[in-house]
């Protein structure tokens, strides 16, 4: 025996989970779109950390990009898609999942060790 729960545990999304990509996506959850600057700075991050996480989210389809200007300065504004709004309440719901089945566990377990005390 390995030890290993057979039963299947909740399904976190591998590109959400990290804690920043969760801090972007969650916040530009809240938004119909935000200009780079505006994340960056809610989400306490570098351009640089900001533009790769972007990326990140990005490439499955979570975060949509826009480039344009605003008079002659460059802008860059970011947006969650739909796929990437299913995927930020998929990833919640399984954490919170995670969190009732454990807090379940230790409920279980101080409920077995006050009857054999």
């Known amino acids: 025996m390995t030890g290993e729960d057979p039963r299947p545990g909740p399904a976190l999304d591998e590109v959400v989970h990290h804690p ?15 200009d780079f600057a505006t994340v960056r700075d809610r989400c306490g991050l570098s351009d640089s950390a900001l533009s790769k996480i972007a990326t990140a989210l990005e490439a499955p389809g979570y975060v949509h990009i826009r480039k344009g200007h605003v008079g002659r300065r460059p802008r860059t504004w ?17 954490l919170q999942a995670i969190a009732e089945s454990a807090r379940d566990a ?3 377990v101080g409920e077995r060790a006050e009857a054999d005390g």
């Not at 970011?78 to 399984?94: E, K």
Request: aromatic share 2%; with cysteine; proline share 3%.
């Open 20 to 34: 920043s990509r969760l801090a972007v996506a969650a916040f530009l959850s809240a938004c119909v779109e935000a």
């Open 78 to 94: 970011l947006s969650l898609t739909p796929a990437g709004r299913d995927a930020l309440v998929r990833h919640v719901a399984a």
């Open 106 to 108: 230790g409920a279980a």
